[in-house]
C-alpha cells in the first residue's frame, strides 16, 4: 500500500497511517496523545487498565504506581522466582527425552509463571502441567479472536464473557475459568507482613491512587492486563529465536560458544546482567525480537490538543494516526535481507547502535511497555539455558515448517498459521567409565 501510495494514507475514514522509520510525531514524550476507545477499549473487553487508558492523563496516573514495580531494582528481588521457572522448565524438558514437545506451549507456560509469579510472588504453575498446558493455550487463541470480533462489534462479547459464573466459563473455555481463579486469589491475598515485599496488587492498594482507582474490578484488570500482555509477547519471541537456531547449525553453535566460554571463565552459569554483555547472544535476542515482532499490529494514537506535521502534510488535530513497527523491522534500508535471522548485524557497535534505533518491540513514546526489563530477563535466561554446551539435553525440530511457528495472523499480538514448533528433546548421558557424555 505504502509503496504504491507513499509514505501517508489514509486507511479508513477516521485513521491516518504513516510509514516513515524516523517519524514518531504522534508518539514523542512531549505529546499528549490519547488511545481511540474502539480500537483498544473493544479489543481489551472494556477493562480499565494501564493499558486501555485512553487519554494521556489517566495512562499516566494509572502508570505511575506501576513504575517502580517494573523497576530493575524491584525485578532482581523477583530472580529467583525468574530463574527457578526457566530452571523448571529445562527440568520438563529433559524428562521428555526422546518424546515430541510443543515449545509453542511450553514457552507460554513458561511467560505465564514467570508474570504471575513476579505479580503475585507465587507462579500459577503452568510449567507443572503434564502437557504444558495444551488445552488452556489454545483457548487463549480463541479468546484473542473473540477480542478482535469484539472490537469490530462494539465491543459486545468480552465484558459477558468475563462475568459468566466460574463453573460455566470453564466448561466454555479453560481460559475464561482460569482468569476467574485469577480473580479469587486476587481477593484472597493476606495482608503483607511488615518489612515484606508487596505484590502488584498491594503495590496499587498502598499508593496515591484515588479510591476508584483501586475497587477490586480495577485492579484485577490491571493485572490480568499485564499478564496477558507479557506472555504471548515473550513465549512468540522465544519461538522465533529456537526456531531460527535449530534451523541453522552454524548460528547455533557461534552461540553455544560464546556461551560455553563465558561459563567456563565463571565457572557457572550466567546471570542476565553478564548474558545482555556477550555480543552474540544480545544479536540473538535482538534478532528475535525484530523477526517476532511482539506486537505486530498498527499502534493508533489521536493528539486532541494540536495539529500535527509530516513533512509537507498537516495532520488535523482529533485525527487517529497509527504507525506499524512491522514496517520499521522489515525495511531493508535499515535491516538489509529483513527476513533473515542474522545476529551478526548486532555485532559491530557502530551497526548496533544503528539498528537499536530502530528496533521497536515494546512500543513507543510514554505508552512504552511496562515490563520489557521483565520479558528480556525471562529470554535471555531461557536462551542461555537451553542452548549451554552444559545443558542436559538438546533438541531438534520435528515436522515443523515456517507456517507453524512464522506470525501469520495479527490478532494485537501475532499468531502462526499452524500447530506452533515442535521438538524432540534428547537427554544428554554420562559416560559411567569415563564421565564423558
Given at each position: 500500500m505504502h509503496r504504491r501510495y507513499g509514505p501517508i494514507v489514509r486507511i479508513n475514514p477516521r485513521e491516518v497511517h504513516v510509514s516513515?522509520?524516523?517519524?514518531?510525531?504522534?508518539?514523542?514524550?512531549?505529546?499528549?496523545?490519547?488511545?481511540?476507545?474502539?480500537?483498544y477499549m473493544r479489543f481489551f473487553?472494556?477493562?480499565?487498565?494501564?493499558?486501555?487508558?485512553?487519554?494521556?492523563?489517566?495512562?499516566?496516573?494509572?502508570?505511575?504506581?506501576?513504575?517502580?514495580?517494573?523497576?530493575s531494582t524491584n525485578i532482581q528481588s523477583y530472580m529467583p522466582i525468574i530463574v527457578a521457572q526457566v530452571e523448571k522448565l529445562c527440568?520438563?524438558?529433559?524428562?521428555?527425552?526422546?518424546r515430541v514437545v510443543s515449545l509453542s506451549d511450553a514457552f507460554r507456560c513458561l511467560a505465564t509463571d514467570v508474570a504471575t509469579g513476579f505479580a503475585f510472588g507465587t507462579p500459577f504453575g503452568h510449567l507443572d502441567e503434564p502437557t504444558f498446558d495444551h488445552e488452556f493455550n489454545l483457548s487463549v487463541k480463541t479468546v484473542v479472536k473473540l477480542s478482535m470480533l469484539s472490537r469490530h462489534a462494539f465491543g459486545l462479547f468480552l465484558p459477558v464473557l468475563h462475568r459468566l459464573p466460574e463453573?460455566?466459563?470453564?466448561?466454555?473455555?479453560?481460559?475464561?475459568?482460569?482468569?476467574?481463579?485469577m480473580r479469587e486469589r486476587s481477593m484472597d491475598k493476606p495482608e503483607p507482613a511488615p518489612g515484606t515485599n508487596l505484590d502488584m496488587i498491594q503495590t496499587l492498594v498502598s499508593s496515591s491512587?484515588?479510591?476508584?482507582e483501586k475497587t477490586f474490578p480495577r485492579l484485577f484488570s490491571e493485572t490480568r492486563s499485564i499478564i496477558m500482555a507479557g506472555t504471548e509477547t515473550t513465549a512468540s519471541t522465544l519461538i522465533t529465536i529456537t526456531a531460527s537456531l535449530l534451523s541453522d547449525p552454524r548460528k547455533l553453535l557461534l552461540l553455544r560458544h560464546e556461551l560455553g566460554n563465558a561459563e567456563e571463565a565463571k565457572n557457572g552459569p550466567l546471570e542476565y546482567s553478564e548474558l545482555k554483555e556477550l555480543p552474540y547472544v544480545t544479536g540473538v535476542v535482538n534478532e528475535g525480537l525484530r523477526l517476532a515482532n511482539p506486537t505486530p499490529t498498527r499502534l493508533p494514537r489521536i493528539c486532541e490538543d494540536q495539529d500535527l506535521r509530516y513533512k509537507e502534510w498537516t495532520i488535523p488535530k482529533g485525527t487517529t494516526?497509527?504507525?506499524?513497527?512491522?514496517?520499521?523491522?522489515?525495511?531493508?534500508?535499515?535491516?538489509?535481507d529483513p527476513s533473515a535471522f542474522q545476529p551478526e548485524r548486532w555485532a559491530n557497535p557502530v551497526d548496533r547502535k544503528f539498528a537499536n534505533r530502530y528496533l521497536m518491540p515494546w512500543g513507543r513514546g510514554t505508552r512504552l511497555c511496562l515490563g520489557m526489563e521483565l520479558a528480556k530477563i525471562d529470554i535471555y535466561l531461557t536462551v542461555s539455558r537451553l542452548f549451554s554446551p552444559n545443558a542436559d539435553f538438546s533438541m531438534v525440530m520435528y515436522d515443523t515448517n515456517d507456517e507453524d511457528w512464522k506470525t501469520y495472523h495479527e490478532f494485537f499480538a501475532g499468531f502462526p498459521k499452524g500447530k506452533g514448533?515442535?521438538?524432540?528433546?534428547?537427554?544428554?548421558?554420562?559416560?559411567?567409565?569415563?564421565?564423558?557424555?
Open positions: 516513515d522509520p524516523d517519524w514518531n510525531g504522534v508518539y514523542k514524550y512531549s505529546s499528549r496523545a490519547s488511545k481511540p476507545h474502539w480500537f473487553g472494556m477493562f480499565p487498565s494501564t493499558n486501555t487508558a485512553e487519554s494521556h492523563a489517566l495512562h499516566q496516573l494509572r502508570r505511575a504506581p506501576l513504575q517502580n514495580y517494573f523497576a527440568n520438563r524438558l529433559k524428562e521428555k527425552d526422546g463453573a460455566v466459563a470453564k466448561r466454555m473455555n479453560p481460559a475464561f475459568g482460569r482468569v476467574q481463579w491512587l484515588p479510591l476508584e494516526i497509527s504507525t506499524t513497527s512491522q514496517d520499521i523491522h522489515n525495511n531493508p534500508e535499515i535491516f538489509p514448533l515442535d521438538v524432540v528433546v534428547t537427554r544428554r548421558r554420562v559416560s559411567k567409565v569415563n564421565g564423558t557424555t
